[in-house]
């Protein structure tokens, strides 16, 4: 089985910088992507990472240890625009297939 | 590139009747489509994996009678909900991979603009 836990909601000042945190504990481990939704729109991709490190994307960073089962993704420079929900997202190989298991997603306001 | 498109985008139907959602990918070809259900300020869960010639595979609580999965080629899946009722009230997306894919987004899945269905 799977398990994800990100926090449900955070606010933040345009302008600022924001570190939403995943935490997960799964078995089949092949990469952790993060992606963005808005209200009743499909998820876009933001980012994926399937070694240690930091990937670098302009304002968005994504951060994985896997030794921790850990990932954050940074937005820097936040706009109004970035009020959205975040998904932390693991693929896991399960029942012969490669599958994407989203984690309950983190919803996110920017405030003047 | 990697454009998937789904139709109708919304719908609403009476309680016991059946309603057909297409995904297509419309510039690649998808070894697989995924099909996902969220229902209001919660995640999408994954309800079932197809490929393209062969039976869909349901996630654990999903009735396959219910949602009927037909993946016909490398362009085009459709989800059938039959005898739908309030309950399967949701926004359905699907998501495609492209098939030959090859690097660190192997995985990545494109995902449709999903299509609200609404059950009175």
């Known amino acids: 089985g799977q398990n994800i836990d990100q926090p449900t909601e955070m606010t933040a000042t345009e302008g600022a910088i924001v570190q939403i945190n995943c935490t997960y504990q799964t078995s089949g481990f092949n990469g952790l992507f993060w992606y963005q939704q808005h209200a009743g729109e499909a998820p876009t991709f933001l980012s994926y990472n399937v070694l240690d490190g930091l990937e670098e994307k302009g304002r968005f960073s994504s951060f994985l240890s896997r030794s921790k089962g850990y990932s954050y993704l940074l937005l820097k420079e936040l706009q109004m625009k970035d009020s959205a929900s975040y998904l932390c997202a693991l693929t896991m190989f399960s029942g012969g297939y490669n599958k994407l298991i989203f984690g309950a997603g983190t919803r996110l306001a920017v405030h003047p | 590139g990697a454009v998937v498109s789904q139709h109708p985008s919304w719908v609403i139907c009476k309680s016991g009747t059946s309603v057909k959602i297409e995904c297509r990918s419309l510039?690649?070809?998808?070894?697989?489509m995924f099909w996902y259900r969220q229902f209001p300020k919660q995640s999408l869960m994954l309800m079932a994996t197809s490929n393209e010639g062969s039976k869909a595979t349901y996630e654990q609580g999903v009735e396959k009678d219910k949602f009927l999965i037909n993946h016909a080629s490398l362009t085009l899946s459709t989800l059938t909900v039959t005898s739908a009722h309030p309950e399967d009230s949701s926004f359905y997306i699907c998501?495609?991979?492209?098939?030959?894919?090859?690097?660190?987004?192997?995985?990545?899945?494109?995902f449709g603009p999903g299509t609200r269905l609404t059950v009175t």
């Open positions: 510039d690649f070809q998808a070894t697989t």
């Open positions: 998501s495609a991979r492209s098939l030959g894919t090859s690097g660190p987004t192997t995985y990545e899945q494109y």
